[in-house]
């Protein structure tokens, strides 16, 4: 499974952002997916994950409220929907896909990670 992110680019603090992550086949349709962002010189952390049916959801404090994720299972597509951006969210953001059906922050648990796409929020 090959996962493609993008929608990154670079906006001002308060702006939105919608970014996009595409499976390359449909294997991704029965796991969780998630969004992890890794800022320079900072560990990858999580940020948002979704169930394989689209219902459930997890967010970290730090996005919750401003930041939504959603999914087509139709078309393998995650999206993260960012809103109020910060300057704080600037990082290059990754999406994966576990190995559980149900969202989860470990990074351990996800099998497949695409390349990232850089988010830059300037003040």
């Known amino acids: 499974v090959q996962l493609q992110a993008s929608g990154g680019g670079s906006v001002q603090a308060g702006a939105s952002l919608r970014l996009s992550c595409t499976a390359s086949k449909r294997t991704t349709s029965n796991n969780a997916m998630g969004w992890f962002r890794q800022a320079p010189g900072k560990e990858r952390e999580f940020v948002a994950a979704i169930g394989w049916r689209g219902v459930s959801t997890d967010y970290a404090d730090s996005v919750k409220d401003r930041f939504t994720i959603s999914r087509d299972n139709t078309g393998n597509t995650l999206y993260l929907q960012m809103d109020s951006l910060k300057p704080e969210d600037t990082a290059v953001y990754y999406c994966?896909?576990?190995?559980?059906?149900?969202?989860?922050?470990?990074?351990?648990?996800?099998?497949?990670w695409g390349q990232g796409t850089l988010v830059t929020v300037s003040s």
């Open positions: 994966a896909a576990s190995m559980t059906s149900v969202p989860t922050r470990a990074r351990n648990t996800y099998r497949y």
